[in-house]
């Protein structure tokens, strides 16, 4: 599974979303692997393997006013890991 933290520089809500998504990680029992990166992204982004979780990226550089919670992360990255568990 690839998480991605993305963020235009300087982003004043960035550290909210960054611990709630390690909270939410924490809470699932997944390793803390974050590949953040700063550019010109709607900010701040969090995507499940190529997808925002909030499910509107249009590629805009902006500051995003509402911002994924913790409960809206944890679905998120349930949802990912069952679709990337294998069944045997």
């Known amino acids: 599974m690839l998480v991605e933290l993305r963020s235009v520089p300087d982003c004043p809500n960035l550290d909210r979303v960054r611990t709630s998504l390690r909270t939410a990680m924490a809470d699932l029992g997944l ?28 590629g805009a550089a902006a500051c995003r006013l509402a ?15 069952e679709q990337t568990t294998p069944v045997l």
Request: negative net charge; hydrophobic residues 40%.
């Open 31 to 58: 390793p803390p692997t974050v590949i953040e990166r700063v550019g010109d992204y709607a900010s701040p982004s969090v995507l499940i393997n190529g997808v925002d979780v909030m499910g509107d990226d249009d």
């Open 67 to 81: 911002l994924p919670t913790v409960d809206l992360l944890r679905d998120a990255l349930r949802r990912a890991t």
